[in-house]
């Protein structure tokens, strides 16, 4: 039988796991309306950021509430740490799927992205949702294994990143001003998402090494 | 006479207050290596993110050792709490300004900003100056005052942010491609730069505020 402080706990990882999943259909709902021009759907994802960034408040108030009461030590204490930390990335990564529903709004009708670039974008988009749903699973699991391949996928997301440049560079005739400084913002939003997924793989993967390096 | 855990809390102050003069002390000289077109200091800004990054690290664990030790309940919880997030804001922070200083090194002997923009660049340099300066005399006295003069000078860096993008739009000749993705990208360094430096005046005001409600 579990004891209270154990469930606290577990509700704190259920939490992060339910964040995190939301944090990523906002970034996959993100992407379609930013590729397909959809503004109800950027519409959606905008007013859905309240939300994670009330979930965060709350974990930050329960995390807090739970070492005020039980007063957890070593990997325990580490543990409620890290998932405050990770709450605070989970955020972020919320606020990065904002970013890009308001760029996709801000243009409709027009689409922010120039044709020629679409292709790119999807891909870093469909990079963004794999690593989401792997985070997710990590959060849930504490695979290691998984979080290292968020590692690697990462490596593809800065292939891509660095792809955008090079058109954005290669053609001066690309697109307009506007669509040069949407796609650059566009492409830092993608690439920072995908550091905040490899920076909670990582986090997990302290916390299973440490536990047996302690155990 | 003050007791240990008292002493302890004050330590963690005091690397708070001293990593944000280095942070603060890093942007300024991005801001120069960017605007006078100065490799070595572009180096120099570069290296010190380093040090910003480990005293992060160092506040997190001690951060958790003197929870664990003393096990600080309420406000002094919350305090630990708030110095640990504002602890990664600040090391946030740092890497902004190293963002700065890598774009200064990347086009140099060219200057990223194109001369017509330097101007307003100098002004959101002096602006983020400003603004941090304030935010480690805030650490150091949890003046509430101050601290909030830091939300009204973010006002005059978001005006500044806008005048960029629209001179950036206003004209389609205002330098190469390569110019308008760098001046997107700092302009948003700094506007991320300013609105961190916010968060950790928020935190403060919020601790205080807390404290003054609960007594």
Redesign the interface.
Known sequence: MRDAYHEALDTITDELVAMSRQVATMMQRASVALLEVDRERAEAVIEADEEVDSINQDI?LS??EL??LQ?P??TD??MV?AS??IS?TLERMGDLAQHVAKTARMRYPDPAVPPQLTPIFREMAEVADRMAAKMGAVLASKDVELAKEIENDDDLMDDLHRSV?DA??AD?HLG???Q??DV??LN?YYERYADHAVSVARRVIYLVIGERAAS
């Open positions: 930050e995390t807090t070492i005020a007063q030590v070593a204490l580490r740490v405050m930390r605070a440049l954005l560079l001066e307009t001003v506007n040069a400084v650059t913002l830092r």
